[in-house]
């Protein structure tokens, strides 16, 4: 039965439906617009260096707007600086270390070939793995893990200072998806995209980039010897020295003594007072090395060799190279500290750190992972806590927190 308005009434519907159908769908496209433009501009961009119009497409296909949680990261300015005793004690904890020899077992065989290919130390090899992606764990997180093309053009569209950046990536990123080393689908990585069980940035990737397993594909992202003798491989054309350590911690420094800069051999900062907190001779005297004190005069000391710096193009900052080196002696079974860093607190074991963490939890504080490492999402649930317990709030991760818990 065919049913029929009055002209007027028709007229006015009509309109109104064509107004919704035109607002629901233009409202989504106008968001999206500018993002779109852009990429499709930038497939002439990639065609012109190198990327097929077939990869660019299938490396953008149901890719429509921004991701907003990259631009969100990208903005994101931390005030928290971390403290030296903070920075270390979340990457050379007991869980690491634990798990390091762990690996260091399982992995043994396919170590024993990459240290014997590349000469590079397999326990620097496993603290680099756990320091950047957890031993792997962090690709397990779908929060954190996302499509690279997505993030990079992301970044290259709306985040000025990391455009040009940004565009050299992408382009690195659709020519390593081209090259089959990996499929759209896993071509995953951080929010700035850095990939992988050792999270390389692209560009490094096709530098560095091995087929270690033998099996056609350079695959950071599920093969372990892979990612490790990528990791490997990076250090020993970066001039990475056989047999020689990053490093030595020295004894406590002669007070009221100022020390020169820059490097000088083993054997002269010996001379000078400046010796190894175990109290053994430096093995290699002649080795050049410098001195640095993270923590201050007070706390530890360290003269560095030339694989410290060798770590730095890994990552260039001085805490995370001492991080790989402290942790990778600790997975060795060497020991750590002699002496420990300056904090102004007593410090909890990593099952103890836990443990604050769940009590945090089950009291409304804090809703973070249980994973013993301390950072803001910590900080802020212990500071309201002492709050409300008439503490100091310094959001300290201490043992008498821990305490007030217990007895909540």
């Given at each position: 039965m065919l049913f029929r308005l009055p002209p007027r009434n028709?007229?006015?519907?009509?309109?109104?439906s064509f107004v919704l159908a035109f607002t629901v769908t233009l409202q989504p496209a106008s968001a999206d617009a500018g993002f779109q433009r852009w990429v499709q501009q930038f497939r002439a961009v990639a065609i012109k260096n190198?990327?097929?119009g077939a990869t660019y497409d299938r490396a953008?296909?149901?890719?429509t707007a921004p991701d907003p949680e990259v631009l969100e990261k990208a903005r994101y300015q931390p005030e928290f600086r971390a403290e030296a005793w903070e920075y270390f004690?979340?990457?050379v904890q007991a869980d690491a270390i634990q798990r390091g020899q762990q690996l260091a077992r399982q992995w043994k065989p396919w170590l024993d070939r990459i240290?014997?290919?590349y000469g590079v130390s397999r326990y620097v090899l496993l603290a680099i793995w756990s320091i950047e992606s957890n031993y792997g764990e962090v690709l397990k997180n779908e929060r954190v893990m996302r499509s690279v093309p997505r993030s990079l053009a992301t970044l290259a569209y709306a985040d000025k200072r990391r455009a040009k950046f940004a565009r050299q990536q992408l382009i690195a990123a659709l020519k390593i998806l081209q090259s089959g080393d990996i499929d759209v689908g896993h071509l995953t990585g951080s929010w700035a995209g850095a990939m992988g069980h050792t999270q390389f940035i692209p560009t490094s990737y096709q530098a560095y980039a091995v087929d270690m397993d033998g099996n056609g594909r350079r695959d950071i992202w599920t093969?372990?010897?892979d990612a490790l003798a990528t990791a490997a491989n990076l250090l020993r054309r970066n001039g990475w020295r056989t047999g020689e350590t990053w490093g030595y911690e020295t004894a406590a420094l002669p007070g009221g003594r100022k020390f020169p800069g820059g490097n000088m051999s083993l054997a002269r900062w010996a001379s000078i007072g400046v010796v190894r907190a175990n109290g053994k001779p430096f093995p290699r005297p002649n080795d050049s090395a410098e001195l640095k004190v993270p923590d201050g005069r007070a706390g530890p000391a360290f003269l560095v060799t030339k694989n410290f710096q060798v770590i730095k193009r890994y990552n260039n900052s001085d805490k995370?190279?001492?991080?790989?080196g402290l942790l990778a002696d600790e997975i060795a079974?060497?020991?750590g500290l002699v002496r420990d860093w300056n904090r102004p607190f007593e410090r909890l074991s990593y099952n103890e750190t836990e443990e604050l963490q769940r009590r945090l939890g089950a009291l409304g504080y804090y809703d973070g992972p249980i994973d013993g490492k301390i950072g803001s999402g910590s900080r802020a649930a212990i500071r309201a806590f002492q709050s409300r317990n008439g503490m100091q709030e310094d959001g300290h991760p201490g043992k008498e927190v821990l305490r007030r818990l217990r007895g909540n």
């Open positions: 028709l007229v006015a519907t009509l309109i109104a190198g990327v097929s953008f296909r149901g890719i004690d979340n990457r240290e014997s290919q093969s372990i010897p995370y190279a001492l991080a790989v079974g060497y020991g």
